[in-house]
């Protein structure tokens, strides 16, 4: 069976076809996102290009994505990760606050202007107080915004019944107990609230029928089929997808030992979001922290995804990454499509013998880049069709 898979992005929209019963890519295709009338003007284009398909499976990052505020217990335990949680659902985290809420912390939260709210603290039966605090504030505040409640268990009926009459869902607690994540309850709720925020907030179609053709965010469904691609290479992995907007770096390691100090435990599978490094609407981004890490920006678009590729991974590494032992490397985004393939593996080399960076450097990795749209489609199948996103992805590799 054919199916259509859709990534609706701020610049381009992208299709690629996949046989599901072969696991191969048979076509793919890319057409301008169409802002101007209606986003479903390019995507109804290239699904009349692509011929009969059986299924479209969409995912969108149109629209500016998604901002999102967390307000933990403790930066070090719940509110660390919580803030993974938001970065792997496809959330741009703008504000990160710890402890009781005073009137000057909802202050803070109101003026990075986020688009939901991530409330979490607590391991289920431990502290209650700060989160029920932080709802009660919230509560008594003229502020609407919306919430995903995703704390301390035991206190989530209080921290509901205080927050009841404005928009806020309820999830399963994000650090359930000390040194385990659980992020996928949080994650499905934060994706939700995504796809409404982009498909209603900014109106990018006239109808209802793009909000029920998008099933995820895309920086969603890119960590899915990274995890896909991670079980196909069998090994340590790493993507870097430059953006006109960001950068964003993925990594899919394989599970080993907790160091002792990972109170909120380890994701082994984890995306960083880079807001201010963009080859297109960031580009004074890219030169001002090329210049703060004392790099050359380089010249033309591959020079600048070059600087921005080496930045978004030193900020990975130090984010807690061993990256020593990664045996791939993929490159993605339209800098690097567009570019000769051998250009474009060229311009990953200043991260890859980054001597300067203070991070451990893999060994000879291999290299390639995801030209047609591959790590996007496999996450959107992987759910119906695990075989043939574990075979797309093994050919992209291959």
Known sequence: M???????????????????????????????????GDVLDGVDALLAGAGPVGHVYCCS???????????????????????????????RVVHTTTGLLTAADVRALRAARPDVLLLCGGTDGGDADTVVGNARRLAGSRWRVPVVVAGNADAQPEVMALLAGRPAVAA??????????????????????FIRHVIGGK????????????????????LTGVGVLARAVGGDLLVV????????????????????????????????????????????GIRAAAARERLSAGDGP????????????????RAGRDLRHVSTV????????????????AALAPALHDHAGGWALPRAPRTTVDTAYVLAAAGLIAADHPDAALTLCAGLVR
Not at 12 to 35: E, I, M, N, Y
Not at 64 to 82: M, P, T
Not at 172 to 193: H, Y
Not at 302 to 317: C, D, E, I, N, P
């Open 2 to 36: 054919r199916v259509a898979c859709v990534d609706v992005g701020s610049t381009d929209t992208k299709l690629a076809v996949v046989d599901t019963r072969a696991g191969v890519l048979v076509c793919s295709a890319t057409h301008p996102t169409t802002f101007g």
């Open 61 to 91: 990052s149109a629209g500016g994505g998604l901002r999102l505020g967390v307000v933990g217990f403790e930066a070090l335990v719940s509110a660390d990760a919580a803030y993974r949680v938001a970065l792997s659902a496809g959330a």
């Open 172 to 193: 399963g607690n994000v650090l359930p107990r000390i040194g385990v994540t659980a992020p996928d309850s949080a994650r499905a709720a934060i994706r939700d609230l």
């Open 203 to 222: 109106r990018l179609s006239r109808g209802a029928r793009f909000g029920r053709l998008v099933s995820a965010a895309t920086p969603d469904a890119v």
């Open 241 to 284: 997808d430059v953006g006109g907007a960001t950068t964003d770096v993925y990594s899919a390691l394989e599970p080993g030992e907790a160091p002792q100090d990972a109170v909120a435990g380890v994701s082994w599978h984890l995306r960083t979001v880079e807001g201010d490094l963009g080859v297109r609407w960031n580009v004074d």
């Open 302 to 317: 591959l020079g600048l995804a070059a600087a921005a590729v080496t930045v978004a991974v030193r900020r990975h590494s």
């Open 330 to 345: 993929v490159a993605s985004g339209g800098v690097f499509r567009h570019a000769e393939p051998g250009a474009a593996v």
